[in-house]
């Protein structure tokens, strides 16, 4: 597949440039990705060193799975990076949970705290639901104006000139309204202590 049949501006072409060798392609995907990326991550974290170390992984996990040819084009490359962090934060906290440390003398605790007999499929499904649950009601709550804004940025995928386009309003009155609802999403999960988790 020659790289002239994609459009410069889609994820796609820059994934054909990187797979072809060329580096500047995934430097491409990860400055286009990386602010919407991050800020997921950290919602759910809620710990910036930690938001850090798992936004890292994700990338590195990225570059392996298209060099191993991991990644079908299917006009969908953010969503595939996000379900790549989903799965990364729960292997982390699962992974935490199987490192605690429980008396040998509490043999059901051990029994069930075994990785061999998890349902891992069950657990992903509980812990996906419960963090689109908690961050809707997040969102919810803040301003219509801003709510507005993550939804067409975060769900629906829009460009900030989509959005403006959209909302008829200017592209910097688009990424200010972006700006105040993260401040405000942050705001709420430190000042509720909210847990978007399940333990």
């Not at 072409?13 to 990326?37: A, C, N, P, W």
């Not at 292997?91 to 935490?96: L, V």
């Not at 891992?120 to 419960?130: A, G, H, L, T, V």
């Not at 460009?159 to 008829?168: H, L, P, Q, R, V």
Request: with cysteine; proline share 1%.
């Amino acid at each position: 597949m020659k790289l002239e049949k994609f459009d410069l501006k889609s994820d796609q072409y820059y994934i054909e440039r990187f797979i072809s060798g060329d580096q500047s392609g995934i430097e491409m995907l990860i400055t286009r990705h990386k602010d919407r990326v991050y800020t997921y991550i950290y919602l759910i974290v809620k710990n910036k060193d930690l938001t850090e170390d798992i936004f890292q992984d994700v990338f590195i996990k990225v570059i392996q799975s298209l060099r191993a040819g991991k990644y079908r084009d299917n006009g969908k490359f953010l969503a595939w990076v996000f379900r790549i962090a989903h799965n990364l934060i729960i292997d982390h906290y699962r992974q935490e949970k199987m490192n605690k440390v429980y008396s040998n003398d509490d043999f059901e605790l051990d029994l069930f705290n075994s990785e061999k007999f998890s349902d891992d499929n069950c657990e992903d499904i509980m812990i996906r639901s419960q963090v689109h649950y908690e961050v809707k009601e997040l969102v919810d709550r803040l301003p219509s104006d801003q709510k507005e804004v993550i939804v067409l940025r975060h769900y629906k995928g829009l460009s900030f000139k989509e959005i403006a386009d959209d909302t008829d309003v200017s592209i910097n009155t688009a990424l200010g309204r972006m700006r105040y609802a993260l401040i405000n999403l942050r705001k709420m999960i430190e000042e509720k202590q909210l847990s978007l988790l399940i333990s």
